[in-house]
Structure formats: structure tokens, C-alpha cells
């Protein structure tokens, strides 16, 4: 039958409708949907509302990522404004962070003045002087999506694979894309916590992405540990900002790297996602991306003085991203190799402590955060700091303390098994 999923049908039905949409839900839920079911609901979703129209000869170049979620994970700040300096258009669409994940808008949204609310027309604009833009879902793109979720949490039925498949999809879809990138993670800090259930994830999304006439595909990612040294809105701010300058912890710049390269690839930009990789390289490199990034700010609200000021070589950004009113340092209890840290609880912490929300629409302090001292595979002495806590309570409590110590994990030299973040490539089909 034809889903009722336009955003005035669900209006004009209300509550009798919720039961039947909770209802259907449901049955999908527990029976499942084979893959030409979960195309039909992705595509019913996605026309329940406005779809991106762009110029022709706009053909080939507007691309998109899109990540399941994890800690630390700041790649969209770096990744965006590359690919616009390697000439792709860029509407990324993002959202804000739901308990321990961070949100891309809430990482921006520390920087004065910047504006995620955009137009239609103010995007194709941003796109066209600039060639990227990192904004927020407007009221009329996927209204179906934002019913649909609402009912999904209120019948537990978050975690259906083919409704997560048609969450995602739908609203990518809607940007009309030529190529679209997943990064879908897995691991103690992942929506996912092993391989197998994250690959399932990968190839439901490649396979309704591509049957939208999308070039979709997906890599498997670790997330464990914190990717970069920073976690929290403002601080990954910071270390966006170094990677774009060529700096950064090598992790993050992987990360950037081989999605960037695949994207390129995906869109024609490069012959093998191997140069593609290259010429991600080079534009951190030789500050072109940078300079994306300092007209995207311009763009999005940012005065020229504080977009100039964040994106010089040589800067304080605490004159313009607000510090927190404290900061402590924990040490190492014991000697040897750090062989992990625990992401997730790091991350919980910052949660309680304000970085994070529980509940849509509640506020969070974009100050809070913790900074890496060490790195995984790196020899500590007992009493040697290993975190920075930044936070504006006067101080963490025991339990505060005894989590974040307790994520820490060294050990003997020989047990340390060092591992790059992407896994596995899945291609288009």
C-alpha cells in the first residue's frame, strides 16, 4: 500500500496516524525488511519534502560522508573543505550529538557567529562562491524522517537496521548527490561493537544508495580509542583547525586522507583512490583547504576577523573559542605501554560533566572537553600526566576520577598490536 509519509498527511492524521506508523514500525522491526521493501520506504521518505536541484554543470561534482557516530570524531571539519579545494561540491547535512557521540553543527556552533541555519538558496550560494558548506536539516528536507524517529524512539525500534538504512539514505538522497561516502564504525565507542554488525549496516546503506542512483560507498572504521587527542566541541574545533594546517595527530589525518581519496575516486576527481589520497595530502598541505575552510566560516556568519584569526599558522584559540574555567591532569598509576584507551568512558564523563545531552533540544557546554597527553602505543612512567579534563565545575568527583583513570589501560611492550582506523573498503555496486 502507499505509505502516508508526506509531512501534511502525517499533520492531517496526528494521533490515529501515530498508531498506525507505530504499528507498522513495529512489524518491520520484528519481521524484517528484504531489500526492495527498504528501497520503497527510503524513497517515500526522501519525497516527503523538498529534494536539492543543482545546476547542470554541477553534474559529477557534489559528493557527502556521512559517519555512524564515535568520540573524537571531528573528520567532517577537515574532510568538507578538501574535497571543495579538489573542486567537488560539498552540502554536507549534519546533525548534533545524542549522548556519548559528538555532533558535527554542536563542534561548530562553538565557533561566535556561525550558522548552521541555511536556505535552499543560501547553500547552492555558499556552494557556488565557496564549494562547501556544513549545515543543519532544514524543517522542509525528510519531514517523514523526523516523524518517523520520534515514533521509532517511543516504540524501541532505534535500532532496526532497514529504518537506520532509510534514516541515512533518505536524507542523502535528498541532496541529490553523485557519490556518497559511509563511514560506519564499529568497536566499545561504535553504534556497532564488532565487524560483522557494522558490515551488515555498510552494505544495507550501499545497497539502497546506489538503487537511488547515488555511486554509495562505505568503509569500516575502528573506534575504540578517541580519534585525534581531543574530545569535546571547542577542543576538536582546535584540532580541526591543525589538520588543516598541515598538523594534527596522524590518526585523524588518516581518516581525512583515505575518505577524502575514496570520494575522489568515487566522483571521477582521480583515476584510483590511491592519488585521490595524494591529493587530499597535498591541499592540507599547502593550505588550499585551509582557505576552503576560512570562506566557509566567512559564508556561515563567522566576522572575517575571527575566521582569519582561527585559520592563521600562529594563534591563540582561546581568544575566540571560550576556554573552561578549570582544567586537571590525571596520571598514569603504573609503568609501561599505553595498549588503550577506553573512548566510551572518556566520553561519558564529558557527558555528565555537560559536553554531551541525553534529550534532544537540551543545551551542552561547548567548552568542556579533555585533551590526550599520550598516545596508544606510547612508554608512560607512573605519576606522568596522560589527560587534560577541561571543565567548569570546581572539581571531578571520585567517580569521575576512578572511570577516567580506569580507561587507561598499559601494559608490557610486547602486548601492543598498533592498527590503522579504516578496516575495510566497501565499493559501489
Known sequence: CSLPLSAGALREHKWPCSLWVGAMLMAMWMKGMVAEETLA????????????????????????KHSTGGVGDKVSLPLAP????????????????????????????????????????????????????I???????????????????????????????????????????????????????????????????????????????????????????PIGHCVGNALEVCEALECLK??????????????????????????????????IAEVLKNGAALHKFQAMLEAQGVSTDIARSLCSETTDYSKHLRPAEYQ??????SDGTVLDIDGMVIATVLHRLGAGRTQAGEPINHSVGAKLLVHLGQQVQKGQSWITIHHDCPVLSPEQRSDLQGSLIVGETDRYQPNGRVVEFIQPN
Open 328 to 333: 586537571t591532569q590525571l596520571q598514569a598509576s
Open 82 to 133: 578538501a574535497l571543495a579545494a579538489c573542486g567537488c561540491k560539498v552540502p554536507m547535512i549534519s546533525g548534533r550529538g545524542l549522548a556519548h557521540t559528538g555532533g558535527t553543527l554542536d563542534k561548530l556552533e562553538s565557533i561566535p557567529g556561525f550558522n548552521i541555519h541555511q536556505t535552499v538558496e543560501q547553500v547552492k550560494q555558499i556552494l557556488q562562491n565557496v564549494g562547501c558548506c
Open 246 to 279: 598541515g598538523r594534527g595527530p596522524d590518526d585523524l589525518k588518516e581518516l581525512v586522507i583515505s575518505l577524502g581519496g575514496f570520494l575522489l575516486w568515487m566522483s571521477n576527481r582521480s583515476p584510483t583512490p590511491e592519488k585521490g589520497q595524494m591529493m
Open 135 to 225: 549545515v543543519g536539516q532544514t524543517e522542509n528536507l525528510v519531514p517523514a524522517d523526523r516523524v518517523l524517529y520520534a515514533v521509532r524512539d517511543a516504540t524501541a525500534t532505534v535500532e532496526s537496521l532497514p529504518l537506520i538504512t532509510g534514516s541515512i539514505i533518505s536524507k542523502k538522497g535528498a541532496e541529490r548527490l553523485c557519490a556518497l561516502l559511509l563511514d560506519v564504525k564499529f568497536g566499545r565507542a561504535a553504534l556497532y561493537k564488532d565487524q560483522d554488525s557494522a558490515k551488515a549496516l555498510a552494505q544495507s546503506l550501499v545497497t539502497v544508495g546506489n538503487s537511488l542512483g547515488m555511486k554509495t560507498g562505505a568503509v569500516l572504521s575502528r573506534m575504540d580509542a
Open 41 to 64: 520506504l527510503t524513497k517515500e521518505m526522501m519525497m516527503s519534502g523538498e529534494v536539492f536541484h543543482w545546476p547542470e554543470e554541477w553534474a559529477g561534482l557534489v559528493v557527502d
